[in-house]
């Protein structure tokens, strides 16, 4: 396989910048993502870590398209995500899907399980009933979820709904925003296990957005560390944890009681 192949995400000298709205007509701005670059291999799950408002999440809404970039590019499978078609971003937008932090926020509330489920499932409607019971037993949930509104639902349960929504569209990349940092300690801990799970059986690249060193440390293969809008460094998972990178990075680590 060529190197150009194995890539399924690039991103080249990405910027956000958003407008301030201090009210008065002054022109501030901030700078949330400067100058970042990686890319995300095969079968890879390439972390970001770092602090609340580095910039993280803009990072993740410009790759959906949910934010306008101010500069550079984003590729995935070799095509500039700025340059599809309607037609094309359509088919496209299918092959990444998000999972964020405030799982029942993500959620219609107006909608049971069972809708936002088949909502997400492209395909007859005998197929769709078998799709979901398979997703269903995935994800830990059981049939009679089904019938449930979102606010029904504990913050874990909702989280699972949301990765059977995710994997209803059979994605290509996997996009994961603080996905237990809303949940009990408790509960952290088992939808770990079920990322782990996903990460390992399924054929699925995973982008992890967290300021949470303990999912990092059991899901990511590199990470990428975040300071102030810019990527100080990208190392490997094992470099990370023990301790091979810069400053930045050994004071995160401390900051999290690892030693
Ligand atoms: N829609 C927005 N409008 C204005 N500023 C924003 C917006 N979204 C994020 N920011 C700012 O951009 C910076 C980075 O935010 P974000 O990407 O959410 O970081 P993180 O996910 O790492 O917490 C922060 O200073 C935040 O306040
Ligand atoms: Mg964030």
């Known amino acids: 396989m060529s190197i150009l192949n194995n890539e399924i995400l690039k991103v080249e000298n990405l910027e956000v910048i958003y407008p301030l709205n201090s009210g008065g007509n002054t022109h501030q701005q901030v700078i949330a993502v400067d100058d970042v670059s990686f890319c995300l291999k095969e079968n890879e799950t390439f972390g970001i870590i770092g602090q609340t408002g580095c910039g993280k999440t803009s990072i993740a809404m410009s790759i959906l398209q949910f934010v306008q970039p101010s500069g550079g590019n984003i590729y995935f499978r070799n095509k500039n995500i700025r340059k599809y078609n309607s037609a094309e971003l359509r088919v496209e937008r299918r092959k990444i899907q998000p999972v964020f932090q405030d799982a029942s926020g993500s959620l219609n509330p107006k909608m049971t399980i069972r809708n936002s489920l088949e909502d997400a499932i492209f395909a007859d409607k005998s197929q769709k009933k078998v799709k979901i019971q398979k997703l269903l037993d995935y994800v830990g949930l059981k049939y009679s979820h089904l019938e449930y509104y979102p606010h029904e639902l504990s913050g874990g349960e909702n989280q699972r709904v949301c990765l059977a929504r995710a994997l209803a569209a059979e994605p290509e990349l996997l996009i994961l925003d603080e996905p237990v940092s809303a949940l009990d300690i408790s509960i952290q801990g ?32 590199r990470i990428a560390v975040m300071e102030k809008g810019k990527f100080t460094e990208i190392l490997t998972k094992d470099d990370f944890f023990n301790f091979k990178g810069g400053k930045y990075s050994q004071s995160l680590l401390k900051l999290h009681g690892y030693k």
């Open 190 to 221: 088992r939808i770990i296990s079920l990322l782990q799970k996903i990460k390992n059986s399924e054929n699925i690249n995973i982008l992890l957005i967290t300021h949470n060193l303990k999912i990092l440390r059991f899901l990511a293969d």
